[in-house]
């Protein structure tokens, strides 16, 4: 197999640790499928103005995408499972060693939702408030009780640090996020976290990834020989326990805010928060040799990206 070029080798080992959790689908790559080794990038914005512009002779245009089948975040007093989540970004690296990022539209991260344990009874209940009261009276069924819960990216990643993701200990990215809690009696506009006051997510290598490499052509098919370089980092636990996460909003529109918060412990400053994510594999791709596409390194990257679709 080809190596992959030692400036590109770099880019990504910082790339790879970008965090796998959850979040909102809206993309117009969102249902696009990609031939053999593309297969992990379906959302990587590669038509963004800012990728295209990459000229691989001083910035040079990555797909990274990363995968968590499970985590766990710990919210004040209260523990939320994450479902399945697919984190993919574009990431431009520059000659000073820092990087522009650039999500898909509609954000980063895609997560499935997850079943809160207790539900809403667990949420909330038991209370003497009469208001409270009344609502966990009502809860007579699985339904009325079912609580859902969902990452969803706002804003945009930033600060990402290339070679953080080299060691363990070390911030990879800010990660801006909230919480959607979804049930009949909450409604579907209870949040945890807004885009005006996000959890903001610092994570970092717990434990060091498997790495490899392999090389294919630009429509995908694997090939030793090929122009396009794929890094793979599996086995990797993320976390962090730094961030603050603010009150609800908009819960029972917005008469049970307090309910919540007061149940679950919020707002709960740092430390007393936690996130965990399970066995992530992350991929970065990127054409090998940037030099033999320059000055249109980004737009050759967009153009092998399509010739992948099937």
């Known amino acids: 197999m080809r190596p992959v070029s030692t400036r590109v080798r770099v880019s990504a080992l910082g790339a790879f640790t970008a965090l796998s959790t959850v979040m909102a689908m809206g993309t117009a790559t969102a249902?696009?499928?990609l031939n053999g080794v593309w297969g992990s990038f379906t959302r990587c914005p590669v038509d963004h103005p800012t990728m295209l512009a990459a000229d691989g002779m001083t910035d040079t245009a990555l797909c990274v995408s990363s995968h968590s089948a499970s985590g766990v975040i710990k919210l004040g007093n209260t523990t939320v499972p994450t479902g399945a989540s697919d984190l993919q970004i574009g990431v431009v690296t520059h000659p000073d060693g820092g990087s522009t990022l650039v999500s898909p539209a509609g954000g980063?991260?895609?997560?499935?939702?997850?079943?809160?344990?207790?539900?809403?009874l667990g949420l909330m209940c038991p209370s003497n408030v009469p208001v409270v009261s009344g609502v966990c009276k009502s809860i007579t069924n699985a339904t009325l009780n079912k609580v859902t819960?969902?990452?969803?990216?706002?804003?945009s990643p930033s600060d990402f640090q290339l070679l953080a993701g080299t060691t363990t200990g070390e911030p990879i990215v800010t990660l801006p996020v909230r919480i959607h809690l979804q049930n009949p009696l909450l409604g579907d506009k209870c949040y945890i976290g807004s885009a005006a006051k996000p959890i903001v997510l610092k994570p970092q290598n717990v434990t060091q990834p498997e790495a490899s490499t392999e090389a294919f052509d630009a429509n995908g098919t694997s090939n030793p020989d090929g122009v396009m370089g794929r890094?793979?980092?599996?086995?990797?636990?993320q976390g962090d326990s730094t961030f603050t996460v603010?009150?609800?909003s908009g819960c029972g529109a917005g008469l049970?805010?307090?309910?919540?918060?007061?149940?679950?412990?919020?707002p709960a400053a740092s430390g007393k928060n936690s996130v965990a994510l399970n066995g992530a594999s992350t991929y970065v791709a990127t054409i090998n040799d940037p030099s033999t596409v320059a000055p249109d390194q980004g737009k050759a990257l967009a153009q092998y990206w399509h010739s992948a679709v099937k």
């Open 31 to 33: 249902q696009t499928q």
């Open 108 to 120: 980063a991260l895609v997560a499935d939702s997850a079943t809160l344990p207790g539900g809403l």
């Open 149 to 155: 819960a969902t990452i969803e990216s706002v804003n």
């Open 231 to 237: 890094i793979n980092l599996t086995g990797a636990n």
């Open 246 to 248: 603010p009150g609800a």
């Open 256 to 266: 049970l805010d307090w309910a919540v918060n007061l149940k679950t412990g919020l």
